[in-house]
Every structure is written in C-alpha cells, then in structure tokens.
C-alpha cells in the first residue's frame, strides 16, 4: 500500500508541477527535440505512475505475487509482507477491484483517444487527397503538389511519403532561398513524424479532457514540432532567410487539421527567436536532460517494484 500512495502522490506531483516547470525553462526553446521527449516522458510519466499504482494495490491479492515468489525460491511470507496493507480483506478485495477498474478505464481511454485521434487524421487525410487529385498538379522539379490558391500556403500531410503542397501565391511570393527553406521545414516534419507526435498528444487530451498536463502537452508539443522544423530549415538555409519566408507565409491559415503548415503557429515568436541567436545547448546538458526524462517513466515501474525485490533479494529462504 506504501507503494501505492507513493506512485499516487508522484502522479499528482507531476501532472501539477512538470507542466509548469517545462514551460518556465530556457533549453525547451533552445533545443525543441528534446523538449518534445520531455514532454512525451512528462506524460507517459505520469500515465505509468497511475498504472502502477493500481498494479501495486493489486498485487497482494493476486495469485501471481505467490507464483512468482514460489519460481524464484523465495520466502512466500516475506513477499506478503513487502506489500501488506492493514486492511481487512473486504477493504483489500475493494481495492483490487478499484485498481483493476481504474488501469482498465484508463488504457480504455488511452486506446479510444489516440486511436480516434489517428483515425480522424486518416481519414481527413485520404479526403484532403482526393481533393488534390482533382485540383492540384504535381511539381516534378520540386516534388510537391501545387494548387491554385490566392494565399500563400505551404503544409504536409501525415504519411510516409507526404505529399508537400504549396500554393501558386506562395511559389510566387517566395524566391529560390526562401523556398528551399520551406521545402527543408516541411520534409523535417515528415522525416521525424512530427504529424504522429502531434496526434498522439490531441488524443491523450480528448481522452482526458480535464487533465491540464495533456492539454498543456498538446499545445507545448504543436509549438515545439514547429520550432524543431524551422532549426531544419536554418541547416539547409540560414536563419535570416527563414525567418523571411515564415514572414511571408504568417496568414497561412487554410491548411487542413491534419497537416502542419510552415507559417501558422506563433510566427511572430518564431521569428524572434531565429533572429535572437540563442547559442545551442551544450552536449553534457543533452545527457543529463535526456536520462531524468527515461527516469520519470522507469521510477514507477522501480517504485512498483521495489518492496517485492527487496523481499526477494534480502530474504530469500532455501526450502531444500
């Protein structure tokens, strides 16, 4: 049961604290790929913890936890002690029903979330297809989808292969170096499946709606995806030229739901920084932020885990 409350109080502690924590810090900004693992780490963090707090509850009162003991020649009673509760058996009957109850609806939701989430992407997208097919013509030069449009636009859809559009304003409207620099945003978005991150976290947040983390998530990683894309299109390009393409493309607001379109997040804060010169995070900082982000999801697991190993490893007994 110790266990339990303590994977409960660490569930709580994250949801509350790490979003604000994630949002104040500097490095997010200056390195958006490894703020998008953090924020994905936060959140499965936090999914794990629930989970295992049940599995903790659970545990005494399963067959498993004997089978388990009886495999490794361990002191059966021992185990039972690691986890014992002092409840009566009514009340831990009661909480093994409640744990199981809760991981179930929580992965339930889990899978309903995301999956619709992908689904609707899916669909939109083989919809928005359709539509190109009959509307836009295929750049060989440029290997894009051009379409007829008043408004420069410039988006990929999800999947392995795109496609990239790009409107008649904008291949008008752009010039060679700023076009380069559009065309390097959007293949980084689908070279690092930045569409898949981004679903993943709109179906966390329409499977728990009131939970802030994933509504923060949400927006934190939308916002990073981009900021991650534009660092590609500064390798390919340099900072002033995109930033003068993302100024040229900033009321670019027609691109469907389930693409990622260069100039429609928050341009104006992205310009700033392209221009601001932030110096890159050095490589030991990398490390550091990158182990506590695998520990967040691995302390749950540990936690759940650790009365049981002691028992185990401290109090083994040999039955002959």
């Known amino acids: 049961m110790t266990a339990a409350i303590l994977l409960a109080v660490y569930a709580v502690m994250l949801a509350e604290v790490g979003p604000a924590l994630l949002r104040r810090v500097s490095w997010v900004e200056r390195a958006p790929r490894l703020g998008i693992v953090a924020w994905q780490s936060l959140t499965a963090a936090v999914v794990a913890a629930v989970m295992m707090a049940g599995v903790a509850v659970a545990l005494p009162a399963t067959p498993w936890g004997a089978d388990l003991a009886h495999e490794l020649d361990a002191c059966l009673m021992m185990l039972r002690d690691a986890y014992a509760t002092p409840l009566?058996?009514?009340?831990?009957?009661?909480?093994?029903?409640?744990?199981?109850?809760?991981?179930?609806?929580?992965?339930?939701?889990?899978?309903?979330?995301?999956?619709?989430?992908?689904i609707r992407a899916q669909r939109e997208r083989r919809w928005h297809l359709t539509v190109l097919r009959m509307v836009a013509h295929h750049d060989e030069r440029l290997d894009v989808l051009v379409i007829d449009y008043g408004a420069p636009v410039a988006y990929c859809l999800p999947g392995r292969a795109g496609p990239i559009?790009?409107?008649?304003?904008?291949?008008?409207?752009?010039?060679?170096?700023?076009?380069?620099?559009?065309?390097?945003?959007?293949?980084?978005?689908?070279?690092?499946?930045?569409?898949?991150?981004?679903?993943?976290?709109?179906?966390?947040?329409?499977?728990?709606?009131?939970?802030?983390?994933?509504?923060?998530?949400?927006?934190?990683?939308?916002r990073l995806t981009e900021l991650a894309a534009d660092d590609a299109a500064v390798t390919a390009s340099d900072r002033?030229?995109?930033?003068?393409?993302?100024?040229?493309?900033?009321?670019?607001?027609?691109?469907?739901?389930?693409?990622?379109?260069?100039?429609?997040?928050?341009?104006?804060?992205?310009?700033?920084?392209?221009?601001?010169?932030?110096?890159?995070?050095?490589?030991?900082?990398?490390?550091?932020?990158?182990?506590?982000?695998?520990?967040?999801?691995?302390?749950?697991?540990?936690?759940?885990?650790?009365?049981?190993?002691?028992?185990?490893?401290?109090?083994?007994?040999?039955?002959?």
């Open 88 to 118: 009566s058996a009514p009340a831990i009957a009661a909480s093994f029903a409640a744990a199981l109850l809760t991981c179930t609806a929580i992965t339930v939701r889990m899978i309903y979330g995301v999956g619709a989430e992908v």
């Open 240 to 320: 002033l030229t995109v930033a003068d393409a993302l100024l040229t493309l900033a009321d670019d607001h027609n691109a469907p739901t389930c693409a990622l379109a260069a100039g429609s997040h928050r341009t104006g804060q992205r310009v700033r920084r392209l221009l601001g010169r932030t110096p890159p995070l050095r490589a030991i900082v990398f490390v550091i932020i990158g182990v506590l982000a695998r520990a967040a999801i691995a302390a749950p697991l540990a936690v759940a885990a650790l009365p049981g190993l002691l028992a185990i490893t401290l109090g083994c007994c040999n039955t002959g």
């Open 165 to 222: 559009v790009l409107s008649t304003s904008a291949l008008d409207a752009l010039d060679d170096r700023r076009l380069m620099a559009v065309l390097a945003h959007e293949r980084a978005h689908l070279r690092s499946h930045h569409l898949l991150f981004t679903a993943v976290a709109r179906g966390l947040r329409r499977a728990f709606p009131f939970v802030v983390l994933f509504r923060t998530a949400e927006q934190e990683i939308d």
